[in-house]
């Protein structure tokens, strides 16, 4: 990926007379292209095929859950830990269910 300081292409599309859709797809297209999008999945294909599994897997450990205590402590005042820890515990319990 090069690092490209033209911004030219991105505000033809904002200022182009198409529907917001329209402008959400071109941009999509020069963020696909831009980042290599098409290399990247190959890459993920090739090197990172149980990437999901491994992280499913992590998430769902205590070394994680000891992370999340951790990160909670240091961000959030002591009176909000207990809640934020619930909160984000459920929002991970979530996604570990919802995941296949």
Do not use: C
């Not at 797809?25 to 149980?50: G, I, S």
């Amino acid at each position: 990926m090069s690092i490209s300081l033209d911004p030219d292409p991105w505000f033809r599309v904002a200022d182009a007379e198409s529907s917001y859709a329209e402008k959400v797809e071109e941009y999509r297209f020069l963020a696909d292209e831009y980042l290599d999008v098409e290399v990247y999945e190959n890459f993920k294909v090739d090197h990172l095929p149980h990437l999901d599994e491994v992280l499913l897997d992590y998430i769902g450990s205590d070394e994680f859950d000891d992370l999340l205590i951790e990160t909670v402590r240091a961000t959030y005042p002591e009176a909000e830990q207990e809640r934020f820890l619930a909160h984000f515990r459920g929002l991970l319990g979530a996604w570990i269910t919802d995941q296949p």
